[in-house]
């Protein structure tokens, strides 16, 4: 396969000889440096580029180019290389054209000229690209592959398993050529499906997500039985707790049920996250929090389900969904929150994962290309999801219940979705009815003022109204509010610890506590979930002194 390509446009030659050489020198050998001198001649270069089926990577324009700009050279390369990472080189003066830039094209960075040295400044920017690049979903790779049915709610599972863990894949349909040979060449029809075909060539049928997990390398078991700390959840919270415990020299391990990210893990771009003044994508964010717990000696285990909690002998033990068992002085539940689900629409449950998703699903938005999307609820992770949804549908719906977004959506999300034309807002507005043979064909939408109802014909619908935890498997075990939220430190019924006060993160159960969205009276933030991780390691300290 030829090497991926960095394009760089810029219409003077000495600069653009610069940027060329300073990239040449780091990433020539895996990558092919192209240079151009003008947005006309870079768009020529890319559609040469498209039909040679190369693939680009990451785009670096100059934004004061003679005729053509870079954000206008950005937002036509887009048609063509639309998953390639944009970057605007810019002057001082143009900042502000480079943050309007960041609505318009999409931009991943700015970079102020000059970027000397570029060790510090051009060099780190690119690293973050080209990881993001390489880690996409839909980047084409020879790695692993799925071969299933467009409509089939599991085959969407594992595709959404294998990306939410950054694995790279590919999937393919039973009836495209590729799929049909694959199975051919496997020896297989198409009854039982979805197959993963590995790349070393292992064939799985119709497997669990713990079998998926382990060929493609995920840690699925624990390697000691004994822990100082066990962390159950992988969100930001967890994520938190977990690299400051294993920083801090704690033996750690964290459980993850999907994928470590949660929900932020699903977010296209997080924009209020402190140190991100351009925003960052949910699942950049969270994999080098990853990343950054394996290196302080965190063990990450993924597709393991913790289902219940108990105190035996001094430690605390943790059951997986399996029976089997694993045991911690002191344990962090970092559960999170998950999707609400339109149960009460007739028709709506059976297409689950067949048409109809939950929560951000980023895997599917290439599928949508030039189609139209409906994304139900009106807070910001559906604002979010609509202006992700719009880079690759034909039209994008927002089905809001309210009167306006301005009571449930941050005002900076309600003026890019504005400026987007192909986003529609129908506010007042419900889904009452679902059809569809196979998948979903057909929604019925009513008009809350008036109440009149009109049949669409739809294919996707993205819901997005409101979270809740899930800690059913902790009734009993921990003091919870009534609608499932785990209750901590001052929140506690008086007495709940009849010999001591409870720390502030601890929950009724000394020595557990509890961080993040599924904590009572969280504030459902990135941010917050994170510090309420780190804050919790040191107050596991604190438990794990005066035991
Ligand atoms: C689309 C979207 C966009 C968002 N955008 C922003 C934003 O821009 N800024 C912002 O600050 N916040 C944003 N949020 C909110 C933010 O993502 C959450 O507040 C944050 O992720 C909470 O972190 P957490 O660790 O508490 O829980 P979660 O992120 O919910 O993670 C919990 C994890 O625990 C796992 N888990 C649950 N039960 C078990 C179990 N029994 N065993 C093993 N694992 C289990 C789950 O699989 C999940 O991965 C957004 C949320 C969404 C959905």
Redesign the pocket.
């Known amino acids: 396969m030829p090497r991926p390509v960095i394009l760089t446009v810029d219409d003077d030659p000495g600069v653009s000889r610069a940027v060329a050489r300073d990239l040449r020198r780091e990433y020539g050998e895996h990558h092919r440096i192209v240079r151009a001198d003008s947005g006309e001649a870079a768009l020529e270069a890319l559609r040469d580029l498209a039909l040679r089926g190369e693939q680009v990577a990451v785009m670096l324009a100059d934004q004061r180019m003679p005729r053509m700009t870079g954000v206008e050279f950005l937002e036509q390369a887009m048609d063509i290389f639309p998953r390639a990472r944009r970057v605007l080189l810019t002057a001082y003066a143009d900042t502000e054209a480079a943050i309007t830039a960041i609505n318009v094209v999409d931009l991943d960075h700015y970079l102020l000229k000059p970027w000397d040295p570029p060790e510090e400044k051009l060099y780190p920017v690119v690293d973050a690209l080209l990881e993001a690049w390489l880690r996409a979903p839909d980047r084409p790779t020879t790695d692993t592959r799925i071969v299933g049915h467009r409509w089939s709610a599991r085959s969407y599972e594992l595709r959404d398993l294998l990306a939410r863990n950054q694995v790279p894949f590919r999937f393919h349909l039973a009836d495209d050529p590729e799929g049909a040979r694959l199975l051919a060449a496997a020896g297989l029809g198409s009854d039982r499906l979805p197959v993963v075909v590995t790349g070393e060539g292992r064939t799985l049928v119709e497997p669990a997500d713990a079998e998926v997990a382990e060929v493609v390398g995920l840690s699925t078991h624990a390697t000691a039985d004994l822990y100082d700390l066990a962390v ?8 938190g707790a977990a690299v400051y415990g294993g920083s801090e020299g704690l033996r750690t391990v964290l ?13 296209s ?5 402190l140190g991100f003044p351009d925003g960052v994508s ?1 699942s950049q964010l969270t994999d080098r929090a990853r990343r950054q717990a394996v290196k302080f000696g965190v063990e990450v285990l993924t597709t ?4 219940g909690l108990t105190v035996r002998g001094g430690v605390r033990v943790l059951t997986f969904d399996d029976g089997s068992e694993i045991a911690a002085h002191a344990v962090v539940l ?5 999707y609400r689900t339109l149960d009460d629409v007739p028709g709506l449950t059976e297409f689950a994962g067949e048409g109809v998703f939950y ?2 699903a980023t895997t599917e938005a290439p599928s949508c290309s030039d189609e139209v999307v409906y994304v139900v609820g009106g807070a ?2 559906a604002g ?2 609509a202006m992700n949804f719009s880079r690759y549908a034909r039209r994008v719906v927002m089905l809001v219940r309210g009167e306006s977004l301005t009571a449930s959506m941050s005002h900076y999300l309600i003026e890019q979705i504005a400026a987007v034309e192909t986003i529609e807002v129908r506010t007042r507005t419900e889904v009452v009815g679902a059809d569809g043979e196979g998948h979903l064909q057909k929604l019925t939408l009513r008009d809350r003022s008036s109440g009149a109802e009109e049949v669409v014909d739809a294919q996707w619908l993205f819901v ?1 109204i409101g979270a809740q935890p ?1 800690t059913d ?1 902790l009734a009993g075990i921990v003091a919870r509010d009534d609608r499932g939220f785990v209750l901590t430190g001052p929140d506690l019924p008086a007495g709940s610890n009849p010999d001591r006060e409870p720390l502030h993160l601890e929950t009724s159960l000394p020595g557990v506590f509890a ?4 904590r009572g009276g ?1 504030v ?6 994170v510090g309420e ?1 780190a804050m919790a390691v040191s107050l596991v300290h604190r438990w794990l002194e005066n035991r």
């Open positions: 159950v959840g992988g969100g930001p919270g967890g994520l459980v993850e049920s999907v994928a470590t990210g949660g929900q932020a893990g699903t977010s771009r997080i924009e209020n996250y949910g393991r389900t913790v289902t970092a559960l999170g929150v998950s929560g951000a910001n992770s979010q999801a997005f899930r498997w961080v993040g969205d599924v969280s459902k933030r990135v941010a917050s979930a991780g």
